[in-house]
């Protein structure tokens, strides 16, 4: 099982970035599919998810309006559409999976497997 996180990059303030989260050796389809970032200094705080079951997305208060998650099975893919970036935004952004699952949390051990993490600048 293993996820690869990419797309991130420099980007200005009100930009968008499109992050991929693709998955090799197991179907994404299966699995409830988690967006953390971690900020230089912070903790690392769930953003964005979407459930295996049903299909249902959660957002955390900070990104409601501007991200949004959306699954490509074809490709295996999860992706984190981020508009409006602000400088805030910057982060390490991981994705994580779990699988199955109705529900999906913000909560680090819920997942059981992480990509590397893509790097996400954005300047004022």
């Known amino acids: 099982v293993q996820l690869q996180a990419s797309g991130g990059g420099l980007v200005q303030a009100g930009g968008s970035l499109t992050l991929s989260c693709a998955a090799s050796?197991?179907?994404?389809?299966?699995?409830?599919i988690g967006w953390f970032r971690q900020a230089p200094g912070k903790e690392r705080e769930g953003v964005i998810c979407?459930?295996?079951?049903?299909?249902?997305?959660y957002y955390a208060e900070s990104v409601k309006g501007r991200f949004t998650i959306s699954r490509d099975n074809a490709k295996n893919t999860v992706y984190l559409q981020m508009n409006s970036l602000k400088p805030e935004d910057t982060a390490v952004y991981y994705c994580a999976a779990r699988l199955y699952g109705r529900s999906c949390f913000f909560v680090r051990d819920y997942y059981t497997s992480w990509g590397q993490g893509t790097l996400v600048t954005v300047s004022s």
């Open positions: 979407i459930t295996a079951i049903g299909g249902s997305t």
């Open positions: 050796g197991f179907t994404l389809e299966d699995y409830t």
